[in-house]
């Protein structure tokens, strides 16, 4: 418990970083720490002292870190519009654009800086003020609106540095989304678990774990509705409909397509006996 409480600490730490690489590695820290904290609890019995040493902050939201990090992001790329505009000027970010052939020719320099910078630039903010409109809202309320922003370099009015340097925010918010339910639903394992260490039995629902265990019910992240609770095999399953939506049952979330649930499966005492 205290090694997984540590993988936990790391996670927190590199999302005090306002980076969104930062935030982003955050995600598969808490990630792996919660699926080992997972296989872990299904071993063998845990005490109710030992599930007291684990801090999974509940009050979490890789949401709001997410647009804390795309402001920082917008920062770090108008540092190089800036560069561009006073600065040297360095071909290399345009190696992969369609201004790669020509872009070492005499004279572009001043070329872009004059006729395609000012336009580039504005097209750059113009698609960070969408995400921090979409950041503002939960994802559920904005889908839509992650997969329409960012554009190519050769869609209309996406100039090419813009092209270059703006991440695919529809890649990063579905990541993002995919990690706050999987937090939420972990915490609510956890409090499932000390529920079961306290009383000696499964909770039959999720309302059993508030407010003792656990300060409120998160909502799932993808529709906004309640977190699902289901009981199978001697075990109870909570979990999130997930990236496509659907509800699966709780069945396990399959990585190549995206489909399945979100879950975190929570072992009864007898099962977890005969595991071990």
């Known amino acids: 418990m205290e090694n997984i409480n540590a993988i936990f600490a790391v996670s927190r730490h590199a999302a005090s970083d306002p980076l969104l690489i930062s935030m982003l590695a955050s995600t598969a820290i808490d990630r792996m720490g919660i ?24 009050r979490l939201s890789y949401r709001r870190l997410a647009a804390r990090s ?3 992001e917008e920062a770090a790329g108008l540092s190089l519009f800036c ?31 004059v006729l395609h910078l000012p336009e580039d630039l504005a097209s750059y903010r113009e698609r960070f ?12 309320l904005t889908r839509n609106q992650w997969r329409n922003v960012r554009g190519s370099s050769k869609s209309k009015g996406v100039g090419a540095l813009t ?6 925010p ?33 909770p039959t629902g999720l309302s059993d774990l508030t407010p003792e265990f656990v300060h409120i019910l998160p909502p799932d992240p993808f529709d906004g509705k ?12 909570i979990y999130s409909i997930g990236p496509d939506l659907i509800d699966n049952d709780g069945g396990p979330l399959e990585r190549s397509d995206q ?14 006996r005969s595991d071990d």
């Open 163 to 168: 092209s270059l340097i703006l991440p695919d």
């Open 70 to 72: 795309f402001r920082m």
């Open 259 to 272: 489909s399945g649930d979100i879950r975190f499966v929570v072992a009864s005492p007898i099962q977890s």
């Open 226 to 237: 309640p977190m699902r609770f289901k009981v199978a095999d001697e075990s109870c399953v």
């Open 170 to 202: 529809a890649i990063v918010i579905e990541r993002v989304q995919r990690a706050e339910a999987m937090h939420r639903v972990a915490v609510l394992g956890i409090a499932a678990y000390r529920f079961q260490a306290r009383y000696g039995r499964l």
């Open 129 to 140: 003020h969408l995400i921090h409109a979409a950041s503002a809202k939960p994802y559920y």
């Open 83 to 113: 560069t561009s505009d006073s600065g040297p000027f360095d071909p290399m970010y345009f190696e992969q654009s369609e201004l790669g052939g020509i872009v070492k020719a005499s004279g572009i320099a001043s070329l872009y800086r």
């Open 35 to 58: 699926q080992t904290l997972e296989a872990v609890l299904r071993s063998a019995p845990i005490s109710e002292k030992d599930l007291a040493i684990l801090d999974l902050d509940e």
